[in-house]
């Protein structure tokens, strides 16, 4: 639609060649007046979206088997530039609108899909806008282009050509080289995250088995090649690197109907689920019909075998979804012609047709690989045995708290001081560590919307226990039931449920959507996890600002993320920031510092004053009430950080390490990243 607006493709009158012009222009204007609406926004999110869309184009060329290199360079100067060995962008000129293929490209909105079409494409996928988007809100962009023996060249600054396309001289090979300088005017400061480039790049790579992509840092000289020659298994080894495997990686990958799906799997020890899906490269975190597909055959497949093997009796029952995944990490992949995205973040795959291919083709592939593998065969089932008894003895557990509550008369735990307010959206819970702290806390609350669960030495690490052992944590169980969502594991269930009906001002029965809340549940519901059942807006965690303290946090966050992750993902989770040092200067004036660099400032701010005395907290504890109030409670005056999740694999991979029960990994990374973690926001 939008090409449309900015080019009239049917126009052949020479005369047009001006209009066309000034369309062209007015297109990548309305790029710059609204950047957010082509790129998401104007923060680091869309300079590295520019990014993602200038390589997504390359790798296009590497999907449709023209290219098989690609070279990402971050320049001293912030410029970031792309070269690839395809077929370069087309350089004759374009009948209609009387400019090179290449300043079609980089000057026409979703010019993508104007040459030759067919094939999968990433780009056009997701925003799509294209690489003119990239040109329109750069400072410049230099294009040159390598075909029939020459080398071309434009450059443009903020989407303007200096020039038209030249010819500049010979040419060896093809290939499309793109560098690019992000424009300060729209995105302020340019500074790019080098890792989470590198992080895109390798995933690439791993999606993409026939590309080699080298990247380089000019700044610090640093170079990295990504290249896997067995693709997404590689991926799937790597996810498992710090786990124990039960077996080695299954890889099957087969076509039908123009739709190429690739599956890679591998059981560990641990008693998680991770499956990442993608969708023409775009990681489709929503997970959609690739997913479900995947799913149904998974369970089909092994109950079929157990059954078949005598693993499962007669009088048994089926293993669950949840049964069988356990442990399991896997990576689907899905190439298809017209993708088509859904779901809030438009990361959800929706094309029905592809639940049912992929679920054939993972029926066929498994059974073929149990069949011809009975040793693995045997190790995968057991596991399911095992996760199924957990599962049920997890299940009277739970029961057991719900028949324990309703005998004490009290849907509540006994230690929660709970606010008077009703409406969760108003409510918040503050997780303390420790009775003395939590006594403090307490009495420096305002009990109307804030309360308090203090929590008695350390909660269990989850990350070692399964879901049955948890459960008899009193910790974690006075936890679930103050929090009041029930719980659930992993993020994969998520499912649509049906919203209630309400009859609106003109009479008319429609879906109450002013709660957009995901429920997760299992196939036989006994573990619901309904968010809308949560009791309080903000879940706070506040502990010492020591080791034991960071432990604590950690475990909380760990629980959290594995049994309750949609409440991260919503941003219900503060942390609380309390001070470490009080300095009174006389009589009555008096400050907090929350770290020795805020300490200095404020020492050096009030250095003339007598009477100085520094005092520095041990712990939440030696806080009065009014203190506490007044430093870390008071919403006025109080500082959170919240803790967000923007990358599951990334948070997945530090709870494995962290809280996982591999000694090495862990020290390295506390070497590695301690500092960072100190004072990094919480962004998992
Ligand atoms: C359309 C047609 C052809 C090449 C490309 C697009 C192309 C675009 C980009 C963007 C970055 N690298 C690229 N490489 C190729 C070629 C058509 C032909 O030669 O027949």
Known sequence: ?????????????????????????????AVRIR????????????????????????????????????????????????????RGIPVDIHTEMGISGVEVAMTILHAGGKFGGGGYKVSGGLHGVGVSAVNALSEWLEVEVCREGKRYAQRYQRGVPDAPLKEVGKAKGTGTYTRWLADHEIFGKIEYHTDVLAQRLRELAYLNKQVKIIFTIEETGESQEFHYKTGIAAYVEHLNRNKDPLHKVIYFNRQREDTDVEISLQYNDSYHEEILTFANNINTAEGGVHLSGFKTALTRVINTYARKNNFLKEKENNFSGDDVREGLTAVISCKLLAPQFEGQTKTKLGNSEVEGIVNSIV???????????PNVAKRIIEKSVTASRAREAARKA??????QNALENSSLPGKLADCSERDPSKCEVYLVEGDSAGGSAKQGRDRRYQAVLPLRGKILNVEKARLDKALENAEIRALIT?????????TSDEEEVELPLFTDEDGVETEDNSYDLPKTKDKDNS????????????????????VDGDHIRTLLLTFFFRYMRPLIAHG??????????????GKDQQFYARNDEELEEILKSIRIKRDLKVQRFKGLGEMNADQLHETTM???KRTMLQVTLEDGVAADEMFTTLMGDKVEPRREFIEKYAKEVADVDWHY
Do not use: W
């Not at 449709?64 to 360079?73: K, L, Q, T, W």
């Not at 739970?398 to 028949?403: F, I």
């Not at 929090?483 to 594991?489: C, H, R, S």
């Not at 573990?527 to 020591?546: C, E, G």
């Open 527 to 546: 573990f619901v996890y309904d968010i809308s059942k949560l009791r309080y807006d903000r879940v706070i965690i506040m502990t010492d600002a020591d």
């Open 363 to 373: 029926g066929e592939g498994l059974t073929e690989f149990l069949e011809e593998n």
């Open 1 to 29: 639609m939008a090409e449309d607006q900015n080019v009239n493709m049917n126009s052949t009158d020479v005369g047009q060649y001006d209009a066309d012009q000034l369309t062209v222009l007015k297109g990548l204007e």
């Open 634 to 636: 008071d919403p006025a």
């Open 398 to 403: 739970a029961d057991l708290v719900k028949r």
């Open 482 to 490: 103050a929090l009041g969502t029930g719980i659930a594991m992993g």
């Open 572 to 585: 219900h989770v503060y942390i609380a920031q309390p001070p470490l040092y009080r300095v009174s200067a």
């Open 35 to 86: 950047p957010a609406m082509y790129i998401g926004s104007t923060g680091t999110k869309g300079l590295h979206h520019l990014f993602v869309e200038v390589v997504d184009n390359s790798i296009d060329e590497v999907l449709a088997g023209h290219a098989s290199e690609v070279e990402v360079v971050v320049h001293r100067d912030n410029s970031i530039s792309v070269r690839d060995n395809g």
